[in-house]
């Protein structure tokens, strides 16, 4: 039975990536979510032609953020990317395999996550990049495999799903 190469993160993600500078006012960050039609984004810091990486957004993070400052009546300063942001979200290489990231995607509930090199963004992958990456290659799997059972070789499966790129 013929192996084809599982579709890695570089393959899957957009590179075309909306992000949130730092000092930028939640107002400004819901209204920025809402214009985009966005769940969630990355705070990055220009640094040359590239963006670092500082933390992520979610709507949820807004949600909290207003929610407090109505109820409690702003007892805090002024709500920036910078005082919401998560910091040190969990991202991905471009190597990243499409298993790795099914498990990823699938362990911790995300609904997008960071591809970086080293602290610069380069892009970001979403479920449903996933999802529709793995029905093209399960769809290409079932047409080119033979169609009797092999008992399947959990090492070499194992061996796949845990290898993170460099």
């Known amino acids: 039975m013929k192996t084809q190469t599982s579709p890695t993160a570089q393959d899957l993600m ?13 107002v400004d960050i819901v209204a920025f979510l809402q214009k985009h039609k966005l769940s969630n984004a990355p705070v990055t810091q220009k640094e040359g032609n590239q963006q670092r990486l500082l933390g992520f957004i979610s709507e949820g993070d807004c949600l909290e953020c207003l929610a407090n400052e109505l109820f409690y009546g702003n007892p805090s300063p002024v709500q920036t990317a910078e005082t919401i942001m998560k910091r040190h979200p969990t991202c991905v290489t471009p190597a990243t395999d499409i298993f790795t990231l099914t498990s990823i995607f699938m362990s911790h509930q995300f609904r997008h996550l960071p591809v970086v090199e080293g602290p610069m963004l380069i892009g970001i992958v979403s479920r449903r990049d996933i999802l529709r990456s793995l029905d093209k290659y399960y769809r290409k799997w079932s047409e080119t495999r033979d169609h009797e059972r092999f008992p ?9 799903r845990f290898l993170v790129g460099k």
Do not use: Q
């Open 152 to 160: 399947v070789d959990m090492r070499e499966i194992m061996n796949l």
């Open 14 to 26: 957009n590179r075309d990536v909306r992000t949130i500078a730092p000092d930028m006012h939640l």
